[in-house]
């Protein structure tokens, strides 16, 4: 696979100032009281691995949030000649992936979705956060939701409103029988698209 992936063209392979951590997958619903059936708040949640970092590089026709944009090293030919021991040795966990605009944006965006729209900075971002949860979801509300953001309430409202408009996401309830809160899941995943 490593030698499919060091030569793909839509992937640029880069070397990061600091290791990341290992990535720890929450899971909310490992949190749920046996008896009522609700999501309980843990105590303890795991640092968020993709802290929010607004980029709009419009030299390079780059988007997204990468809190390692500008630190971060291209080190893509110089991998393109290493087995994949020799570059786990050498870089380890300081080692990215990164595909595309075009890729990330296929990715995320269902079929159905017009060539032509165009979507803010923070409505992409949300998007692309929402796309990282996979199948688990973004809850509107908590200690680990799309309020880590830093956005108020009312203006995450309306960047969700425009990406279900479009059909990007769909809003799912969360089994939280209590506060209500809503979970969003990336279109092209959860459906038929």
């Not at 995320?108 to 017009?114: G, I």
Request: hydrophobic share 35%; net charge positive; with cysteine.
């Amino acid at each position: 696979m490593w030698n499919i992936i060091k030569v793909m063209k839509d992937v640029q392979i880069f070397e990061l100032p600091e290791p990341r951590k290992p990535l720890q997958i929450f899971n909310r619903y490992d949190f749920v009281d046996q008896e009522l059936g609700m999501i309980l708040e843990p105590d303890v949640y795991p640092e968020d691995p993709y802290p929010h970092c607004p980029i709009d590089d419009s030299s390079k026709n780059i988007r997204g949030s990468s809190a390692t944009y500008h630190t971060r090293k291209n080190i893509t030919n110089t991998v393109s000649t290493l087995t994949l021991k020799e570059v786990e040795e050498r870089w380890g966990l300081k080692l990215v992936l990164v595909a595309s605009q075009l890729v990330r944006n296929t990715a995320l965006m269902s079929k159905s979705a017009s060539p032509l729209l165009e979507l803010t900075l923070m409505q992409y971002c949300l998007l692309e956060r929402v796309g990282r949860s996979r199948y688990m979801g973004e809850v509107t509300q908590g200690k680990v939701s799309l309020q880590l953001m830093g956005e108020d309430p009312k203006s995450l409202f309306y960047y969700r409103l425009q990406l279900l408009k479009h059909k990007l996401v769909v809003k799912q309830s969360s089994p939280d029988f209590i506060s209500k809160r809503d979970m969003l899941i990336v279109y092209k995943i959860n459906s038929e698209n």
